[in-house]
């Protein structure tokens, strides 16, 4: 007797893999979002207003899923990563103490500079009235010292004024440069942990597609009349079959992949199955009671997400495409790395997901780099 059974339920949804990292005066973890820029106007000797970047922290990298985790559990970029985030945790508090103090050399600078166009005023006052013989002169020499005490005032204040904006652009380039650098990192974490997982995948998906065997005792109601034969013939398991599969798919597959999967659920829609079952012995008793044991062999087939389901990494990885990279070189015993990972002499030649990848081939103490962007089969040579 044979059933035909496809199970087909679309999974629950994708459960993402979110990291958790500290890193220095940073309490929560860093997705950077900044926008960097600074512009300076000044007209009618209106004090100069500074627009300057700010750095924001979201929690979009946060609870880790138990697989990335453990992908990072012995990464170094994680701690590069902590590392570079609080150093530009300082360079941001750097940078708005220094705007706090430019603000106030600016209204320092606005004041003094209203001080020297009164004294002028006044100095111009006094003049019209000294040459029309109305004044005292010493009132015009107090005048002249106060505005050229002001004048050196105004000028101190421009020097700090300089001063400041020359620290404050040098800060902003540190504080660009070293956002630039933790976008790098998070980018190759994110790729560490995306080959790890693309190992794990691979290494499961080997072992999903299974035949078992096992046998069940039922027991069911027929008609006395009828003969144990036709009560046979006639019985269907379909009620049953689905969880009888679950448990013996579970079990077997929990000892093939126990290396890589510690605590196994399966849900019945991450595969399909064909099903065979015969009837090993039974019995029929008068009142048409059915008591017999069924050998069932089902033919299992996993569905494209089921490894990633089963890992708990999101499904877009089970969906991505890989591509060939092959990496060549002119020199013998020369040494590759791919995004900080040694693999050994040239040539090298790697199935890869799409994405960026740093590459460097050293050879006689003479190291050469190259990034490219894999988003097909490519040959890269290198050449001392």
């Known amino acids: 007797?044979?059933?035909?059974?496809?199970?087909?339920?679309?999974?629950?949804?994708?459960?993402?893999?979110?990291?958790?990292?500290?890193?220095?005066?940073?309490?929560a973890t860093l997705l950077l979002t900044f926008v960097v820029g600074s512009a300076y106007s000044q007209a009618d000797n209106a004090p100069q207003r500074l627009q300057l970047a700010t750095?924001?922290?979201?929690?979009?990298?946060?609870?880790?899923?138990p697989a990335v985790a453990e992908a990072m559990a012995d990464s170094p970029r994680a701690e590069q990563l902590a590392a570079k985030i609080a150093e530009l945790d300082a360079i941001l508090l750097d940078k708005q103490k220094l705007e706090d103090d430019l603000r106030i050399e600016k209204s320092a600078q606005a004041a003094v500079q209203l001080k020297l166009a009164n004294t002028k005023k006044l100095i111009r006052m006094e003049v019209d009235d000294f040459l029309g013989q109305s004044a005292d002169r010493r009132r015009l020499d107090e005048l002249l010292d106060e505005h050229k005490r002001n004048a050196e005032e105004a000028a101190a204040v421009s020097e700090r004024v300089d001063a400041l904006e020359k620290d404050l652009g040098s800060q902003h380039l540190k504080f660009s440069l070293a956002a630039r650098d933790v976008e790098r990192l998070k980018a190759q974490l994110a790729a560490e942990i995306r080959e790890r997982n693309s190992k794990k995948i691979q290494a499961v998906a080997r072992k999903l597609d299974k035949t078992i065997r096992f046998e069940r005792s039922v027991s069911f109601r027929c008609s006395a009349s009828k003969s144990l034969a036709d009560c046979l013939a006639e019985h269907r398991n379909d009620g049953q079959m689905s969880q009888w599969v679950l448990e013996h798919y579970q079990r077997v597959l929990a000892e093939d992949i126990r290396d890589q999967v510690a605590d196994l659920a399966l849900d019945t829609g991450w595969y399909r199955y064909r099903t065979r079952t015969d009837f090993s012995q039974a019995s029929m008793s008068l009142d048409g009671t059915v008591n017999a044991q069924v050998s069932i062999e089902a033919n299992i087939t996993a569905k494209k997400m089921m490894p990633c389901a089963i890992l708990d990494v999101p499904y877009e990885q089970c969906d991505s495409k890989t591509y060939s990279l092959i990496v060549r070189s002119n020199k013998y015993g020369d040494q590759v790395r791919i995004n900080d990972q040694e693999h050994g002499a040239t040539p090298v030649s790697l199935m890869l997901d799409s994405g960026v990848y740093d590459i460097q081939v050293t050879s006689g103490g003479i190291t050469q780099k190259r990034t490219l962007s894999l988003k097909g089969d490519q040959v890269v040579n290198f050449k001392f």
């Open 1 to 27: 007797m044979e059933a035909d059974i496809s199970i087909c339920s679309k999974p629950g949804g994708s459960r993402r893999a979110r990291l958790l990292m500290t890193g220095g005066g940073v309490a």
């Open 55 to 65: 750095l924001s922290a979201s929690d979009a990298l946060s609870a880790a899923a």
